[in-house]
């Protein structure tokens, strides 16, 4: 592959990662069809990886793929002999250009927020199975691989694929339009929504892959659909719990990564970088949840968790008992294997490390191949000085799949260990 063609592609798969999720919605809002769409801006795609070592990356490459994919479904329209019923939505931009490359500002669909929405929506279809809800939503919404969307759901590849390729064949099938449901419509999509919402935050918090750490990027645009959310359903405490959970964790990120672009671990951030303002506007959600007296439900176990970590003046001052305690209903709420995990480390905060060991343990059978497990693992057996256990940890953790920068991270501590015998 030459330098130009390197260059094209990553200039692609950054853009698809920015820009798929206005692509695709708006396409779908034009056509009604929502597997064309994305199969059109697919095909944009890789007009782009053709065309873009050779004339350049335009200047506004979304506005550039969102060109070619109309241009291609006029051209569908037309074999289908249907042109004339869409031509208004389309034809008067599209054919007025003189090339793809002079798209002008108005190009991309106004009311581009309302599109992501819709598209949400239509992904989290009951008539969809739950698991392919999330698939087709961590597809087209954050623009996730198949690999990484694996990783997120703790499935494996081909399953997240024939997932993915039924989901889309079953809306296609229910005739599913393109819209936000009736408000009566809309509690047997919002569990499912919220759920994608929260991921597509966490892919931000904490990229599944790549070089960086962190997106911040697709975590603005998972707090941005939580705000679109909670203005359509605003008596909904789990909606104001996510959007606290999001704010609180939110407030960390200049703090997450080193001078190196290294994760930086909770205990080592320092506090007063942190962002007030998002601290703040997180426990003003807490007080609408509080104020609905329905209780703490599975987004609101995990914002009071990190709330504690928030207003916390110092790492040795977090409030470890009452962690434990949220770890406990929420393990009795929405029992997993993570939420155990996530425990353990709270445990061994309240009773030591060894009392967390055994429970991470068990554990394996479960989690394979998930990373977090034994660089948990690897922290505790350091703790209790057990350098050789605790590097060969890392060194397990490392192998496994993830974010390149975490992989660094994990083989810098195993040497440090190492070294230190």
């Excluded at 030591?352 to 394979?368: H, I, M, Q, R, W």
């Excluded at 350098?387 to 195993?414: C, I, K, M, S, V």
Aim: aromatic letters at 6%; a negative charge; glycine letters at 4%.
């Amino acid at each position: 592959m030459s330098t130009d063609d390197a260059h094209a592609r990553r200039a692609v798969e950054a853009v698809w990662r920015e820009e798929s999720a206005r692509i695709v919605s708006a396409l779908t809002r034009h056509t009604g069809d929502f597997a064309w769409a994305e199969d059109l801006a697919q095909e944009a795609l890789v007009e782009a990886l053709a065309s873009w070592p050779a004339s350049g990356i335009p200047d506004n490459p979304g506005a550039w793929l969102m060109s070619v994919a109309k241009r291609r479904a006029i051209d569908g329209w037309r074999r289908r002999e249907r042109f004339a019923q869409r031509e208004p939505l389309f034809v008067s931009e599209a054919l007025a250009m003189e090339s793809v490359d002079t798209v002008p500002d108005d190009a991309d669909p106004d009311r581009i927020d309302d599109d992501v929405l819709r598209l949400v929506f239509i992904a989290c279809h009951p008539v969809l199975p739950p698991q392919a809800r999330l698939a087709l939503t961590l597809r087209t919404v954050a623009g996730l691989t198949s690999e990484q969307i694996a990783r997120a759901l703790l499935m494996t590849v081909p399953t997240v694929q024939q997932r993915i390729v039924r989901a889309k064949r079953q809306l296609a099938t229910e005739g599913v339009p393109f819209e936000v449901p009736d408000r009566g419509e809309r509690a047997a999509r919002l569990a499912s929504v919220l759920q994608v919402i929260y991921l597509l935050f966490t892919e931000g918090y904490s990229s599944a892959e790549g070089e960086g750490v962190v997106r911040p990027d697709v975590a603005r645009e998972a707090v941005r659909l939580g705000r679109q959310l909670v203005a359509l359903m605003p008596q909904e405490p789990e909606i104001w719990a996510l959007i606290a959970l999001m704010e609180f964790q939110s407030s960390r990120f200049a703090t997450r990564i080193d001078a190196d672009e290294l994760p930086v671990t909770l205990e080592d951030q320092d506090r007063r970088r942190w962002d007030r303002s998002c601290i703040a506007r997180g426990r003003a959600a807490m007080r609408r949840v509080d104020a609905a007296s329905r209780g703490l439900g599975y987004y609101g176990l995990q914002a009071a968790i990190a709330e504690c970590h928030a207003v916390a003046p110092a790492f040795g001052e977090t409030d470890w008992d009452r962690i434990l305690r949220l770890y406990d209903a929420l393990a009795q709420l929405a029992p997993s294997a993570v939420v155990r995990l996530n425990r353990a480390v709270a445990l061994s905060m309240v009773e030591g490390p060894e009392s967390a060991l055994s429970a991470v343990e068990a554990l394996t059978p479960e989690l394979p191949g998930f990373r977090p497990l034994p660089a948990v693992r690897g922290e505790l057996l350091e703790r209790m000085g057990r350098t050789d256990a605790a590097t060969a940890a890392f060194r397990e953790a490392a192998a496994l799949p993830g974010n390149d920068a975490e992989t660094q991270l994990l083989l810098r501590r195993a040497a440090r260990l190492s070294a230190s015998r």
